[in-house]
Structure formats: structure tokens, C-alpha cells
């Protein structure tokens, strides 16, 4: 395969999972694999994704302020605390075996799609970018971190679930500060992957085009057309997941 070749399907590949990403999660179930088929290790596609989120998310986040929604008082203060796990997680992401990593990778996104589809007591989500905050959220947030650092692949659902469930922050907000989040913990996860030499920054680059496109896009959206949209972009991208672990395709 020549190189325009791959750089349009990385491109194309990258825009989708770039807006799936900023609605929702589980882009990278998308751009990991195409990695590995263009000729990566599954090691070497987990880092060199990470540079695409990167991008996607500085992408989301210029987005985001563009449409007034912003406040990076308190997506640092969130961030801040994924920091710890997110750099312990890397660390060991690039010490294990593929099959381990995609056993762990099976078993928790099976463990999302049931606390997603199990029904909840309908709460109140505040309509401001503070909402709440507990202990209970900030130990979520290191084990997101963690999680983030280590695998990244649906990360996105589970920091929805705590933002929304636990700081009760309507979608919107919810996204607007999930893009912010993700951003910050990978810069030392990308150091990590690096230093390890685990990261194709060819391809990395390129991918990143597309989900900077992605993402611009599903922040002006996510704004444009409110939790409506997310719901069916976050409903869908949670189907697909659920068949892909699966096995049905």
C-alpha cells in the first residue's frame, strides 16, 4: 500500500473517530485498529494513537471557546487529578503483552455497556460548568487516568459516566471538560510511549489531521445541537462497541 493511500485512509479514519471521540468515545476502536493494519505492533498503534487524541482534543477544545464554552479553572482542577494514574498507567502499558492488553481491554468495556444500558433514577444535572464534586469523583478521575493511560481505547464513555453521573454536569459541559481532561493526561503519556520508542510519529501526524478535522466539528455540533445530539452519537458509538466485542465483526 503507497503512502497517499495510507495517509487517506488515516485521514478518513481519523475525522470519524475524531467526532465519535468528542460526542462520545470509542474512536480508537476505530483508528487502533487501522494502525495495526497499516503495519504497526499493537504497542507501538497504542502510543502512536495517543498523538492523534492530542491533536483532536487541542482541535475540541479551540472549538469549544470559539462557540463560548469554556472554563479552564475547573478543567485543570478535573485534570489535574487524572495526572498520577494516567502516568502510572502508561508505564505499564508498555510492559505487557498484547494478549493481556486486549483480555483487560474485552472485560472493561463489557463492564461499561452494562452500566450504560442498566437502567437509573433520573437526576437533576446542573446547567453551569462547575456542577458538583465529592471524594467519590476524584478517586473516579485517578482511575480514569490510569485507565486513559494504559489503554485509552473507550475512555471517553467512562469519563462521560463520571462527569455526568457523579459532578452531575448536563452533556455539553460534560464533553467541553472531557476534552480538556484527555488532552492534559496525555501529554505524559505521549513522553512515556515516546521514550519507549513506541510511537510512529509518520503516522501519528497524519492521523492526527483527521481527527483534528473530527473533533472541530463534534465540539461545533455537540454546542450546535445540544445532549440530543450526544445521546444518539454517544447511543451509537456504545452499539457498535457492544458488536464489536462481540465478535460480529
Known amino acids: 500500500m503507497n503512502d497517499l493511500i495510507s495517509s487517506l485512509i488515516l485521514f478518513a479514519v481519523g475525522a470519524v473517530a475524531g467526532f465519535i471521540n468528542v460526542n462520545a468515545g470509542g474512536g480508537s476502536t476505530l483508528t487502533l485498529p487501522v494502525l495495526i493494519f497499516l ?8 502510543g502512536t494513537n495517543r498523538i492523534a487524541i492530542l491533536f483532536q482534543n487541542i482541535s475540541a477544545i479551540y472549538s469549544f ?31 505487557i503483552s498484547n494478549e493481556l492488553f486486549e483480555t483487560i481491554l474485552g472485560i472493561i468495556m463489557i463492564g461499561i455497556i452494562i452500566t450504560m ?4 433514577k433520573r437526576k437533576t444535572f ?34 462521560m459516566a463520571a462527569l455526568h453521573h457523579l459532578v452531575k454536569l448536563n452533556l455539553v459541559y460534560v464533553n467541553m471538560h472531557k476534552v ?8 505524559p503519556a505521549i513522553v512515556i510511549f515516546a521514550l519507549t520508542n513506541n ?5 501519528g501526524l497524519g492521523l492526527a489531521c483527521g481527527t483534528s478535522f473530527g473533533g472541530w466539528w463534534g465540539a461545533k ?29
Open 180 to 187: 480538556f481532561i484527555v488532552f492534559l493526561y496525555s501529554i
Open 65 to 95: 471557546q470559539k462557540e463560548n464554552y469554556r472554563h479552564f479553572r475547573s478543567s485543570i482542577k478535573l485534570g489535574l487529578f487524572t495526572l498520577p494514574g494516567a502516568i502510572a498507567g502508561a508505564f505499564i502499558s508498555v510492559r
Open 117 to 120: 444500558i442498566v437502567p437509573t
Open 221 to 249: 455540533l455537540s454546542v450546535k445541537k445540544g445532549e440530543k445530539l450526544i445521546k444518539v452519537v454517544l447511543s451509537g458509538a456504545v452499539f457498535i462497541m457492544a458488536l464489536k466485542l462481540l465478535g460480529m465483526f
Open 126 to 159: 446542573a446547567d453551569n460548568p462547575e456542577g458538583e464534586r465529592n471524594l467519590a469523583t476524584y478517586i473516579a478521575l485517578f482511575a480514569i487516568g490510569f485507565y486513559g493511560g494504559f489503554i485509552q481505547v473507550g475512555v471517553g464513555f467512562i469519563l
Open 39 to 46: 503495519g504497526l505492533d499493537a504497542s507501538v498503534a497504542n
Open 199 to 203: 510511537i510512529n510519529w509518520l503516522m
